[in-house]
Protein backbone atom coordinates (compact mmCIF):
# COMPACT_ATOMS: atom_id res chain seq x y z
CA UNK A 1 0.00 0.00 0.00
CA UNK A 2 2.39 2.10 0.90
CA UNK A 3 4.91 1.66 -2.30
CA UNK A 4 1.46 2.49 -4.25
CA UNK A 5 0.95 5.46 -2.41
CA UNK A 6 4.81 6.42 -3.18
CA UNK A 7 3.86 5.67 -6.85
CA UNK A 8 1.02 8.16 -6.99
CA UNK A 9 2.71 10.45 -5.56
CA UNK A 10 5.81 10.73 -8.21
CA UNK A 11 3.66 10.47 -10.87
CA UNK A 12 1.49 13.10 -9.37
CA UNK A 13 4.64 15.31 -8.95
CA UNK A 14 5.74 14.46 -12.76
CA UNK A 15 2.57 15.84 -13.95
CA UNK A 16 2.81 19.09 -12.01
CA UNK A 17 6.39 19.31 -13.31
CA UNK A 18 4.89 18.76 -16.68
CA UNK A 19 2.04 21.23 -16.41
CA UNK A 20 4.36 23.87 -14.87
CA UNK A 21 6.47 23.57 -18.19
CA UNK A 22 3.83 23.96 -20.68
CA UNK A 23 2.28 26.52 -18.80
CA UNK A 24 5.65 28.64 -18.96
CA UNK A 25 5.87 27.30 -22.27
CA UNK A 26 2.63 28.74 -23.38
CA UNK A 27 3.10 32.23 -21.61
CA UNK A 28 6.56 32.21 -23.92
CA UNK A 29 4.36 31.67 -26.87
CA UNK A 30 1.77 34.33 -25.66
CA UNK A 31 5.03 37.31 -24.97
CA UNK A 32 6.38 36.41 -28.17
CA UNK A 33 3.36 36.62 -30.32
CA UNK A 34 2.15 39.95 -28.69
CA UNK A 35 5.53 41.36 -29.09
CA UNK A 36 5.21 41.33 -32.48
CA UNK A 37 2.69 43.97 -32.23
CA UNK A 38 5.05 46.43 -30.39
CA UNK A 39 8.07 45.62 -32.87
CA UNK A 40 5.96 46.48 -35.54
CA UNK A 41 4.83 49.29 -34.49
CA UNK A 42 7.78 50.43 -32.98
CA UNK A 43 9.75 50.19 -36.24
CA UNK A 44 6.99 51.99 -38.00
CA UNK A 45 7.23 54.78 -35.28
CA UNK A 46 10.63 55.13 -35.02
CA UNK A 47 10.63 55.20 -39.35
CA UNK A 48 7.64 57.68 -39.67
CA UNK A 49 8.77 60.53 -37.01
CA UNK A 50 12.08 60.96 -38.90
CA UNK A 51 10.41 63.00 -41.37
CA UNK A 52 9.77 65.58 -38.70
CA UNK A 53 12.46 65.53 -36.50
CA UNK A 54 15.59 65.35 -39.04
CA UNK A 55 16.74 67.94 -41.77
CA UNK A 56 15.98 65.18 -44.62
CA UNK A 57 19.11 65.61 -46.16
CA UNK A 58 18.86 69.76 -46.83
CA UNK A 59 15.17 69.63 -47.33
CA UNK A 60 14.16 70.61 -44.26
CA UNK A 61 11.99 68.94 -41.61
CA UNK A 62 8.06 68.52 -42.53
CA UNK A 63 5.42 70.04 -41.09
CA UNK A 64 3.78 67.73 -39.27
CA UNK A 65 0.01 70.37 -39.14
CA UNK A 66 0.28 70.25 -43.62
CA UNK A 67 1.50 67.18 -43.29
CA UNK A 68 -1.76 66.07 -41.75
CA UNK A 69 -4.05 68.47 -43.03
CA UNK A 70 -3.06 69.57 -46.80
CA UNK A 71 -4.61 68.77 -49.92
CA UNK A 72 -1.13 68.01 -51.93
CA UNK A 73 0.90 65.29 -52.36
CA UNK A 74 4.21 66.22 -55.16
CA UNK A 75 5.09 63.41 -57.16
CA UNK A 76 8.16 63.83 -59.28
CA UNK A 77 9.24 67.01 -57.73
CA UNK A 78 9.16 65.11 -54.17
CA UNK A 79 12.70 64.15 -54.66
CA UNK A 80 13.57 67.57 -54.09
CA UNK A 81 11.09 68.61 -51.36
CA UNK A 82 9.33 68.00 -48.57
CA UNK A 83 6.23 69.13 -49.08
CA UNK A 84 3.84 65.87 -48.15
CA UNK A 85 0.28 65.99 -47.45
CA UNK A 86 -1.99 62.99 -46.66
CA UNK A 87 -5.38 65.03 -45.24
CA UNK A 88 -7.16 64.54 -48.46
CA UNK A 89 -6.17 60.94 -49.09
CA UNK A 90 -7.31 60.26 -45.32
CA UNK A 91 -10.78 61.69 -46.44
CA UNK A 92 -10.68 59.97 -49.13
CA UNK A 93 -10.12 56.77 -47.70
CA UNK A 94 -12.85 56.95 -45.33
CA UNK A 95 -15.08 57.82 -48.14
CA UNK A 96 -14.16 54.72 -49.86
CA UNK A 97 -14.60 52.89 -46.68
CA UNK A 98 -18.27 53.72 -46.42
CA UNK A 99 -19.49 53.71 -50.12
CA UNK A 100 -18.42 50.15 -50.57
CA UNK A 101 -19.23 48.70 -47.04
CA UNK A 102 -22.96 50.48 -47.97
CA UNK A 103 -23.14 47.85 -51.07
CA UNK A 104 -21.07 44.91 -49.65
CA UNK A 105 -22.91 44.67 -46.04
CA UNK A 106 -27.11 44.21 -47.25
CA UNK A 107 -25.49 41.79 -49.81
CA UNK A 108 -23.29 39.71 -47.40
CA UNK A 109 -26.16 39.82 -44.53
CA UNK A 110 -28.83 38.51 -46.75
CA UNK A 111 -26.60 35.87 -48.50
CA UNK A 112 -25.72 34.88 -45.15
CA UNK A 113 -29.42 34.87 -43.84
CA UNK A 114 -30.37 32.97 -47.31
CA UNK A 115 -27.37 29.96 -47.09
CA UNK A 116 -27.96 29.40 -43.03
CA UNK A 117 -32.54 29.71 -43.19
CA UNK A 118 -33.61 29.37 -46.27
CA UNK A 119 -32.07 27.59 -48.89
CA UNK A 120 -32.00 23.78 -49.29
CA UNK A 121 -29.38 22.22 -47.23
CA UNK A 122 -27.10 21.00 -50.51
CA UNK A 123 -27.54 24.78 -52.03
CA UNK A 124 -26.75 26.23 -48.52
CA UNK A 125 -23.67 23.90 -48.21
CA UNK A 126 -22.44 24.45 -51.66
CA UNK A 127 -22.99 28.22 -51.37
CA UNK A 128 -21.28 28.17 -48.32
CA UNK A 129 -17.87 26.64 -49.85
CA UNK A 130 -17.90 29.10 -52.85
CA UNK A 131 -17.95 31.97 -50.03
CA UNK A 132 -15.09 30.26 -48.20
CA UNK A 133 -13.19 30.18 -51.70
CA UNK A 134 -14.10 33.34 -52.56
CA UNK A 135 -12.55 34.65 -49.24
CA UNK A 136 -9.06 32.86 -49.88
CA UNK A 137 -8.69 34.51 -53.43
CA UNK A 138 -5.17 36.58 -52.96
CA UNK A 139 -5.97 40.40 -53.29
CA UNK A 140 -4.35 40.58 -56.38
CA UNK A 141 -6.55 38.43 -58.26
CA UNK A 142 -9.22 40.92 -57.20
CA UNK A 143 -7.14 43.76 -58.30
CA UNK A 144 -6.43 41.81 -61.37
CA UNK A 145 -10.24 41.27 -62.32
CA UNK A 146 -10.84 45.08 -61.52
CA UNK A 147 -8.46 46.50 -63.79
CA UNK A 148 -9.49 44.15 -66.68
CA UNK A 149 -13.32 44.08 -65.94
CA UNK A 150 -14.47 47.10 -63.74
CA UNK A 151 -12.46 49.73 -65.26
CA UNK A 152 -14.28 48.98 -68.71
CA UNK A 153 -17.57 49.25 -67.01
CA UNK A 154 -16.56 52.67 -65.21
CA UNK A 155 -15.65 53.55 -68.01
CA UNK A 156 -18.32 52.47 -70.59
CA UNK A 157 -20.38 54.04 -67.64
CA UNK A 158 -18.77 57.61 -67.77
CA UNK A 159 -18.76 57.55 -71.41
CA UNK A 160 -22.52 56.95 -71.27
CA UNK A 161 -23.43 59.67 -68.78
CA UNK A 162 -20.66 62.04 -70.90
CA UNK A 163 -18.30 62.10 -67.97
CA UNK A 164 -14.62 62.00 -69.44
CA UNK A 165 -13.22 58.98 -66.96
CA UNK A 166 -9.03 58.11 -67.15
CA UNK A 167 -9.80 54.64 -68.48
CA UNK A 168 -11.85 54.07 -65.89
CA UNK A 169 -9.37 54.41 -63.34
CA UNK A 170 -11.80 56.12 -60.12
CA UNK A 171 -13.25 56.02 -56.95
CA UNK A 172 -16.26 54.14 -58.17
CA UNK A 173 -13.98 51.42 -59.52
CA UNK A 174 -11.66 50.65 -55.86
CA UNK A 175 -15.26 50.69 -53.89
CA UNK A 176 -16.62 48.06 -56.41
CA UNK A 177 -13.77 45.84 -56.08
CA UNK A 178 -13.66 46.28 -52.09
CA UNK A 179 -17.04 45.60 -51.84
CA UNK A 180 -16.82 42.40 -53.88
CA UNK A 181 -13.51 41.49 -51.38
CA UNK A 182 -15.41 41.68 -48.20
CA UNK A 183 -18.56 40.53 -48.98
CA UNK A 184 -17.18 36.64 -48.17
CA UNK A 185 -16.36 38.09 -44.87
CA UNK A 186 -19.22 39.43 -43.59
CA UNK A 187 -21.70 36.46 -44.99
CA UNK A 188 -19.19 34.18 -43.60
CA UNK A 189 -19.16 35.94 -39.94
CA UNK A 190 -23.38 37.08 -40.13
CA UNK A 191 -23.99 33.19 -41.04
CA UNK A 192 -22.30 32.35 -37.98
CA UNK A 193 -24.13 34.86 -36.33
CA UNK A 194 -27.44 33.88 -37.76
CA UNK A 195 -27.06 30.15 -37.23
CA UNK A 196 -26.39 30.63 -33.53
CA UNK A 197 -30.11 32.41 -32.89
CA UNK A 198 -31.68 30.07 -30.12
CA UNK A 199 -34.38 28.18 -31.80
CA UNK A 200 -37.11 28.86 -29.37
CA UNK A 201 -37.08 32.55 -30.35
CA UNK A 202 -37.92 31.64 -33.38
CA UNK A 203 -40.30 28.98 -32.50
CA UNK A 204 -41.83 31.49 -29.84
CA UNK A 205 -41.99 33.98 -33.28
CA UNK A 206 -44.00 31.52 -35.11
CA UNK A 207 -46.30 30.44 -32.96
CA UNK A 208 -47.46 34.09 -32.38
CA UNK A 209 -48.05 33.70 -35.97
CA UNK A 210 -45.58 35.15 -37.83
CA UNK A 211 -44.40 34.48 -41.33
CA UNK A 212 -41.22 32.31 -41.57
CA UNK A 213 -39.79 35.39 -43.81
CA UNK A 214 -41.28 37.87 -41.20
CA UNK A 215 -39.50 35.81 -38.74
CA UNK A 216 -36.23 36.05 -40.20
CA UNK A 217 -35.87 39.61 -40.82
CA UNK A 218 -37.46 40.41 -37.73
CA UNK A 219 -36.76 38.30 -35.43
CA UNK A 220 -33.40 36.55 -36.46
CA UNK A 221 -31.24 39.63 -38.00
CA UNK A 222 -32.35 41.35 -34.52
CA UNK A 223 -31.32 38.60 -32.48
CA UNK A 224 -28.04 38.09 -34.36
CA UNK A 225 -27.34 42.11 -34.92
CA UNK A 226 -24.43 41.82 -32.50
CA UNK A 227 -22.23 38.80 -34.52
CA UNK A 228 -23.32 40.55 -37.77
CA UNK A 229 -21.82 44.52 -36.62
CA UNK A 230 -18.64 42.38 -35.98
CA UNK A 231 -18.86 41.71 -39.60
CA UNK A 232 -18.80 45.05 -41.09
CA UNK A 233 -16.47 45.94 -38.35
CA UNK A 234 -14.02 43.16 -39.85
CA UNK A 235 -15.27 44.08 -43.18
CA UNK A 236 -14.02 47.71 -42.66
CA UNK A 237 -11.05 46.54 -41.21
CA UNK A 238 -10.16 44.59 -44.54
CA UNK A 239 -10.93 47.82 -46.62
CA UNK A 240 -8.72 50.11 -44.46
CA UNK A 241 -5.79 47.92 -45.08
CA UNK A 242 -6.28 46.77 -48.59
CA UNK A 243 -3.51 48.45 -51.07
CA UNK A 244 -2.70 45.62 -53.93
CA UNK A 245 -6.10 45.63 -55.33
CA UNK A 246 -6.86 49.25 -54.82
CA UNK A 247 -3.90 50.42 -56.60
CA UNK A 248 -4.83 49.21 -59.84
CA UNK A 249 -7.88 50.79 -59.88
CA UNK A 250 -7.67 53.75 -57.84
CA UNK A 251 -5.74 55.79 -60.43
CA UNK A 252 -3.34 57.76 -58.21
CA UNK A 253 -4.99 60.88 -57.02
CA UNK A 254 -2.08 63.17 -55.90
CA UNK A 255 -4.04 66.55 -54.86
CA UNK A 256 -7.38 68.13 -54.20
CA UNK A 257 -10.59 66.52 -52.50
CA UNK A 258 -12.86 64.69 -54.83
CA UNK A 259 -16.29 63.27 -53.91
CA UNK A 260 -17.05 62.65 -57.48
CA UNK A 261 -17.26 58.70 -57.29
CA UNK A 262 -16.05 58.80 -61.26
CA UNK A 263 -12.90 61.20 -60.42
CA UNK A 264 -9.73 59.40 -59.96
CA UNK A 265 -8.54 58.77 -55.77
CA UNK A 266 -6.20 57.38 -53.64
CA UNK A 267 -5.89 55.63 -50.60
CA UNK A 268 -3.21 55.89 -47.40
CA UNK A 269 -2.41 52.64 -48.03
CA UNK A 270 -2.08 53.26 -52.00
CA UNK A 271 0.18 55.79 -51.31
CA UNK A 272 2.30 53.88 -49.18
CA UNK A 273 2.67 50.90 -51.74
CA UNK A 274 3.35 53.13 -54.80
CA UNK A 275 5.97 54.98 -53.41
CA UNK A 276 8.44 51.92 -51.50
CA UNK A 277 10.74 52.00 -54.59
CA UNK A 278 13.36 53.82 -52.86
CA UNK A 279 15.30 52.83 -49.68
CA UNK A 280 16.72 55.39 -48.29
CA UNK A 281 15.56 58.99 -48.08
CA UNK A 282 12.79 61.52 -47.25
CA UNK A 283 10.67 60.10 -50.21
CA UNK A 284 11.23 56.72 -48.58
CA UNK A 285 10.34 57.50 -44.81
CA UNK A 286 7.57 59.77 -45.46
CA UNK A 287 5.67 56.07 -46.11
CA UNK A 288 6.37 55.00 -42.51
CA UNK A 289 4.97 58.18 -41.52
CA UNK A 290 1.66 57.06 -43.87
CA UNK A 291 1.55 54.07 -42.18
CA UNK A 292 1.19 55.88 -38.48
CA UNK A 293 -1.67 57.77 -39.80
CA UNK A 294 -3.24 54.68 -41.25
CA UNK A 295 -2.60 52.88 -37.50
CA UNK A 296 -4.20 55.58 -36.17
CA UNK A 297 -7.29 56.01 -38.27
CA UNK A 298 -7.83 51.75 -38.03
CA UNK A 299 -7.20 51.91 -34.42
CA UNK A 300 -10.09 55.24 -33.73
CA UNK A 301 -12.56 53.57 -36.59
CA UNK A 302 -12.21 50.41 -34.70
CA UNK A 303 -12.94 52.08 -31.19
CA UNK A 304 -16.11 54.10 -32.74
CA UNK A 305 -17.54 50.81 -34.31
CA UNK A 306 -16.75 49.22 -30.99
CA UNK A 307 -18.62 51.85 -29.22
CA UNK A 308 -21.59 51.78 -31.43
CA UNK A 309 -21.63 48.17 -31.43
CA UNK A 310 -21.97 47.52 -27.06
CA UNK A 311 -25.20 49.99 -28.00
CA UNK A 312 -26.82 48.33 -30.86
CA UNK A 313 -25.46 44.53 -29.77
CA UNK A 314 -28.41 44.01 -27.37
CA UNK A 315 -31.11 41.62 -28.27
CA UNK A 316 -34.52 43.65 -28.18
CA UNK A 317 -36.80 41.47 -29.44
CA UNK A 318 -40.32 42.42 -30.09
Do not use: C
Not at 197 to 220: C, R, W, Y
Amino acid sequence: MQQLMNLRKSKNGKNKIIDIIIRNFLFFLAILSSSFVFIVAGVILLKGITPFISDNGGLGSVNLWRFLTGDTWLIGESFQSNLYSVGFIIISTLFIAFLSLLLSFPVGVLTALFIAKIAPKRLAETLRTVIELLASIPSIIYGLFGAGFVLKFVYNLSALLGYQSKGGNSMLAAVIVLAIMTIPTITSISEVAIRSVDKEIIHGSLALGATPMQTNFKVVLAAAKSGIFTSAILGIGRVLGEATAVSLVAGGRRSGLSFNILDTTSTLTTTMLEGMKETVGLDYDIRFSVGIVLMVVILLTNLILNTIKKKVGHVHVK
